[in-house]
């Protein structure tokens, strides 16, 4: 029996306004007669880890631990790159981020790229997308896509404002993320008034900002995203006494790696423990303003008595550090960055069931389709969720069950090598660039969640062991050199597309503050290395 006592807070969905409805779509192939509906809620930087205890412990979030007690959720669950762009392009492809080659924020897919809502619909699903896509190619602003390019240049330049908080003292400011509640309010609206009264199934996905940090206006003209804003109403929703405030090792012993990310990321200097508590604390309001957005769409769909017919998904695309290991954003393999919630109740599917499995997000695309019941195509890179949540099924015993390990890599901006991360059960191996020219890591996540200790030195066969599977799935050396090539090959051609202005243009975005005060020596930095090879720089 779904009990759904707090039903009061979906009745503010009644009163918005109708639907756009240039999103829907209709399949002309006859979808299978008991396929069920699905609803797929994703939203931006939510820590999977908050999902399951202890992290659940610091902030209410019923709604999700009401898909945890009707559904399975997966314990283990990664990006398969952490960051906006290229995490979304394998969602929506099935493919790892090397096939896809979405390699930062402003290279993702083709627009006309088929995904599996596409291939949905021409099996007779009715299709209608809503707010925060993002894994098409060409968005982004200039500086996070020169950033990028740039990260092999020799130079280290603030690329963020510094961290902070800003809160709305009002007891009942709810609506704080307007942009979200408003495509929250256009989903509900298409279910109540189209949705409802379909024959076919329907798929519906919602996309949310939250809890990405808002723009940084002030850390320049192409600001970043450091502000970690909410309205007292949140913020009450979280247990300030169980925030833990992370270990941060001296600055002198950070991987070299992690040092640049966090320089980049404005945060070497100092921050007192009631900040990096304040910082914890909004974030998780935020994410407990994302949680209601998800309660929203689960409570029309209970009201439409459409719930019972709904396969219902939530995910992000990523995780959100918040000051661990001395950062904010994601961009890292480190758990809080790179660990993903994912829970899925409906019909057929487990109750009250955590599964310890490493999965990720490239395995939403064949389970989508597995749920409508369509053939898996075979060059995917994910596997059906299906078989490992689904109540026990005779057809399932012929399908091939997910392997021991999930990939993850970057390739963007804040991080100056190509990064590449093999998680299995208890290892998690994170090797860099070509193998050789950057000291890999490697954490036994069982014995040390926190991530403190990298033992690869220690234990030399576990690491050469991961690193030998790692190359065997993915030719990494020879994956860093292309996305190195192309950095060099966008980042001449931008330089080309501005001409005479490129000085000043370059010397205006994010990094203004540092590069203003030394712009010849950060320019020569740059014609140094557009006159080197391609081979990374050893670090």
Not at 20 to 31: I, K, L
Not at 237 to 262: A, C, G, Q, R
Not at 272 to 282: C, D, L, M, P, S
Request: overall charge neutral.
């Amino acid at each position: 029996m779904l009990l759904l006592c707090v039903s009061v807070v979906a009745a503010s969905a009644l009163a918005a306004p109708a639907p756009e409805t240039t999103g829907e779509r209709q399949g002309t192939v006859q979808a299978w007669p008991d396929a069920p509906n699905v609803v797929l809620v994703v939203s931006d930087s939510f820590d999977g880890r908050l999902t399951f205890y202890p992290g659940s412990q610091v902030v209410t979030l019923p709604f999700i631990n009401f898909m945890k007690a009707h559904g399975t959720s997966f314990m283990n669950a990664y990006t398969n790159s952490p960051i906006c762009c290229p995490s979304r392009a394998a969602m929506w492809s099935g493919l790892f981020t090397h096939l896809t080659e979405s390699w930062n924020n402003f290279k993702g897919l083709d627009p006309n790229y088929t995904t599996w809502m596409d291939i949905m619909e021409k099996h007779g699903y009715r299709t209608q997308k809503f707010g925060k896509l993002d894994y098409t190619a060409g968005h982004h602003s200039i500086s996070n896509r020169v950033e990028a390019w740039t990260r092999d240049v020799a130079f280290l330049l603030r690329q963020e404002g510094r961290p902070m908080v800003n809160l709305i003292p009002k007891k009942t400011k709810v609506r704080v993320m307007e942009e979200d509640w408003k495509n929250t309010d256009r989903a509900v609206n298409w279910l109540r008034k189209g949705a409802v009264n379909y024959t076919q199934p329907f798929v519906l996905y919602l996309g949310l900002n939250l809890p990405h940090p808002y723009p940084s206006p002030s850390s320049g003209e192409n600001f970043g995203s450091s502000t970690f804003h909410t309205s007292l109403y949140w913020l009450k929703k979280v247990s300030f006494d169980d925030i833990k405030v992370p270990t941060w090792l001296p600055l002198s012993e950070m991987h070299p790696i992690d040092y640049y990310s966090s320089y980049t990321k404005n945060c070497t200097g100092k921050f007192t423990e009631k900040e990096i508590k304040n910082i914890r604390a909004f974030y998780y309001a935020m994410c407990a303003e994302t949680d209601a957005m998800l309660g929203e769409i689960i409570l029309a769909l209970r009201q439409l008595d459409l719930l019972e017919k709904t396969i219902v998904i939530y995910t992000s695309d990523h995780g959100e550090l918040a000051m661990e290991h001395r950062q904010f954003y994601k961009m890292s393999m480190y758990e809080a960055s790179a660990h993903v919630p994912l829970l899925i109740m409906g019909p057929g599917i487990k109750a009250n069931v955590q599964l310890s499995d490493v999965v990720s997000l490239v395995d939403i695309y064949p389970t989508m389709l597995d749920i409508a019941g369509i053939p898996l195509p075979q060059n995917l890179s994910g596997y059906s969720l299906l078989p490992l949540s689904e109540v026990s099924k005779n057809e399932h015993k012929f399908k091939t069950l997910h392997p021991p390990w999930i990939l993850s890599e970057f390739h963007g901006c804040n991080v100056n090598a190509s990064t590449y991360m093999l998680r299995t059960n208890q290892w998690k191996y994170i090797a860099y660039s070509d193998g050789v020219s950057v000291l890999p890591q490697l954490f036994d996540v069982s014995s040390d969640p926190d991530e403190l200790t990298n033992i690869a030195t220690e234990f030399p066969e576990i690491t050469y062991s991961l690193d030998q599977k790692l190359r065997s799935i993915i030719n990494y050396p020879k994956v860093s050199a292309s996305v190195h090539q192309y950095n060099k090959e966008q980042f001449i051609k931008w330089k080309q597309s501005i001409g005479q202005n490129y000085s000043n243009v370059i010397a205006n975005l994010r990094w203004h503050q540092d590069w203003l005060k030394e712009p010849r020596k950060y320019e020569s930095a740059i014609d140094q290395w557009l006159k080197t090879s391609t081979n990374p720089k050893k670090i």
